[in-house]
């Protein structure tokens, strides 16, 4: 079984910044790929960013290009995500997700195994 729990969220006004992190434990035999989705009050769960654990390559929705930097951890299967000039549409609850890694970078929510509950990010305009 893996755990999945993030940390981080907030409340912060526009254009500030706040800083998600993310760990997977459990079956630490395996290096997972790890990647950051959100959800809006009725709206679906949306990709937001990923990080291969081998390689470190990423991905980037265009919403946050730019804005937002996802980052492995020096431990094993931790990853945070920096998210800078943070706008009122930002505001959701934001999911780690957590995979076996493979050879290429995954952005379909459905090909993740593993998730954690949850962290509030508000932003106040």
């Known amino acids: 079984q893996v755990q999945v729990v993030e940390s981080g969220g907030g409340l912060v006004q526009a254009g500030g910044s706040l800083r998600l992190s993310c760990a997977a434990s459990?079956?630490?035999?395996?290096?997972?790929?790890m990647a950051w989705f959100r959800q809006a009050p009725g709206k679906e769960r949306e990709f937001v960013s990923a990080?291969?654990?081998?390689?470190?390559?990423?991905r980037y929705a265009d919403s946050v290009k730019g804005r937002f930097t996802i980052s492995r951890g020096n431990v094993k299967n931790t990853v945070y995500l920096q998210m800078n000039n943070l706008k009122p549409e930002d505001t959701a609850a934001y999911y780690c997700?957590?995979?076996?890694?493979?050879?290429?970078?995954?952005?379909?929510?459905?090909?993740?195994?593993?998730w954690g509950k949850g962290t509030q990010v508000t932003v106040s305009s």
């Open positions: 997700a957590a995979r076996v890694d493979d050879l290429t970078v995954v952005v379909a929510r459905e090909l993740y195994q593993y």
């Open positions: 459990g079956r630490t035999s395996y290096d997972y790929d």
């Open positions: 990080i291969m654990w081998r390689g470190g390559n990423t």
